[in-house]
């Protein structure tokens, strides 16, 4: 097994458990707000109003705070709220707006485009509302916004229940649930939006609602896919999964043409309980690839049999057969174990990403994978992901969330860490240039793998019909526009 393995144990990462979820985590705020007022910000004043506490620059917890993990946002906020109740969030929109501060919302921090910090912003940081209550027998999850995705996989985990979440662990489940949330269940589960009950929200009126199917259901449909355009969600209800013992883990092949095509059809053809997560890449220093392999370009598939591990064995065969495995970590494994695997990926770095939704990759693109994936110019820092949909995915219908590519077969993407600081210019690039050749086979993209790319993108990510909806929904709940600091949906 690959070292760097971390606690699953909710408990270790101090993880808040909630006895009493039928009680809303807050008080019913929203005539308490204070009356807009437009003169200066003065931060004490909301200061002295919260629960939680407010960091200014020039202290250590202010510096500490403020790091996201895509290092090439080393913002300075005007100030960040870290709050401990909804009833802060209440205080720090409402204080904002009067004294006319941006906002951005901060939850795992892992925006890609890094929304959530700032020059001059207040940051509203959701890290402090931890209470988690899981009820076995009806499969809620109630979480609140500022748990990671690992958090919340491995309490469920002590339940043989799970919510399908992304690949890494260190996500937070806010940002993450907000754009659609794809993961290792995908094809057997669905996305994440696809296991929400209802949301609890702060409004850009400062108000505390719920949406859900039969309360607010404008903004319970805009918030399944629509990002952070709506409101600040204090907590999710879930519907988990029941998942017990997977077949799960990572399987490290060469890179050659025949082993991409190869992985595409056999992912594709795959019963619906296995989903892989595939991640050309220069061969990483672990105990599992031989020394004199680190750093040639390997084809790591990770992957999650959803299912009996004993069944799973027939279904990895074929990933198996493509070539002598350089190392095979596939093993039966509770479910959180499959984000070992992908932890080196949670780690902050700067960072560059682009990527496309697509129907198929024909053999011209499967070409350029590798050549450009195994060429002496790749940046060290490379790495192309590539993910096969299909399943639970695909069977809901396109309009029933503001996550409309429900027929998406593949999603391409480049990772670039900029492992060199003086190479920063060059890996942008070579990745640019890597990605014009590719993105011509976008059907769209996904809107939590973009970066502040410009409106063209943005409508890549929401088709016209879902674009409108939206529309329609921000000018509803956000006619000001005050949560903007996102893949921005303007009011009509
Ligand atoms: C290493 C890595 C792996 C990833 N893997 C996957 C994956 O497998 N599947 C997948 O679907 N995505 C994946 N993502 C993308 C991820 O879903 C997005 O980056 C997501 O926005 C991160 O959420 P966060 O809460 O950590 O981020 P943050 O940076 O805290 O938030 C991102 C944005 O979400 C909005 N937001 C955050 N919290 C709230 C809230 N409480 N209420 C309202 N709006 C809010 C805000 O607009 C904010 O700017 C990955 C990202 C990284 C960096």
Redesign the pocket.
């Known amino acids: 097994m690959p070292d760097g393995r971390r606690s699953h144990n909710p408990k270790d990462a101090g993880v808040q458990f909630d006895l009493h979820p039928e009680e809303p985590n807050v008080m019913q705020f929203a005539t308490q707000v204070q009356p807009a007022r437009s003169d200066a910000a003065d931060l004490s004043e909301l200061e002295a109003a919260l629960d939680g506490d407010l960091l200014r620059p020039g202290t250590a917890a202010y510096d500490e705070a403020r790091a ?3 290092l090439v946002h080393d913002r300075k906020p005007a100030a960040i709220v870290r709050v401990a109740s909804a009833r802060d969030v209440q205080q720090a929109v409402a204080f904002a707006r009067r004294s006319d501060l941006e906002i ?14 700032g020059d001059g912003v207040l940051v509203i940081d ?1 890290r402090g ?1 931890r209470g988690l209550h899981i009820d076995p027998e009806t499969r809620t999850v109630f979480a609140g ?2 748990l ?1 995705a690992g958090e919340v996989t491995a309490a469920a985990a002590e339940h043989e229940l799970a919510v399908p ?4 662990s ?15 269940l995908a094809r057997k589960h669905g ?2 939006i696809d296991h929400v009950r209802s949301f609890e ?1 702060v409004t850009a009126d400062a108000e505390l609602v719920t949406a859900s199917a039969t309360e607010n259901a404008d903004l319970y449909w805009a ?1 399944r896919g629509g ?8 907590r999710f209800e879930y519907d988990a999964v029941s998942l017990g013992e997977t077949l799960s883990g990572a399987l490290v092949l060469p890179l050659t043409t025949d082993v991409v095509r190869g992985l595409l059809e056999a992912a594709d053809a795959a019963p619906e309980e296995l989903t892989t ?1 595939t991640f050309i890449m220069g061969a990483p220093p672990a105990p599992f690839i031989p020394e004199e392999l680190v750093g040639t370009p390997v084809v790591m598939i990770t992957l999650v049999w959803a299912g009996d591990p004993a069944a799973g064995q027939e279904a990895v065969a074929p990933f198996r057969a493509l070539a002598t495995p350089i190392a095979d970590l596939v093993m039966p494994m509770p479910y959180p174990g499959i984000y070992q695997f ?1 932890d080196d ?2 780690v902050p770095a700067p ?1 560059m990403t682009r990527s496309i939704f697509a129907r198929d990759l024909d053999e011209a693109a499967i070409e350029t994978i590798v050549a450009r994936m195994s060429s002496p110019e790749t940046p060290a820092g490379a790495i192309t992901q590539l993910r096969t949909f299909g399943g639970a995915m695909a069977r809901v219908p396109a309009g029933a969330t503001a996550f409309a590519h429900r027929d998406a077969k593949t999603m391409f993407s480049i ?1 670039t860490i900029h492992v060199a600081p003086e190479k920063i210019a060059d890996d942008a690039a070579w990745t640019e240039a890597y990605f014009a050749q590719i993105a011509p086979a976008a059907t769209g993209v ?1 809107v ?2 973009l970066e502040a790319e410009g409106e063209a993108r943005v409508r890549q990510a929401y088709p016209a019909e879902t674009l409108r909806r939206l529309v329609e929904a921000k000018a509803t709940w956000d006619p000001d526009n005050v ?1 903007r ?3 921005n949906i303007r009011p009509a």
């Open positions: 996201v993990w895509n951005a919302v901060r939850s795992g921090g892992h925006s890609l485009a890094g929304f959530s910090t959701m509302l916004a500022g990671t979440f992304g690949d890494t260190t996500v937070g489940i806010s940002g993450l649930t907000l754009g659609g949330g794809i993961g290792f996305l994440a929200v918030l990002g952070g355009n709506f409101g600040i969600v204090t997560i992908t990926g949670g960072n990772f996904y939590n793998f949560f600091r996102n893949q």
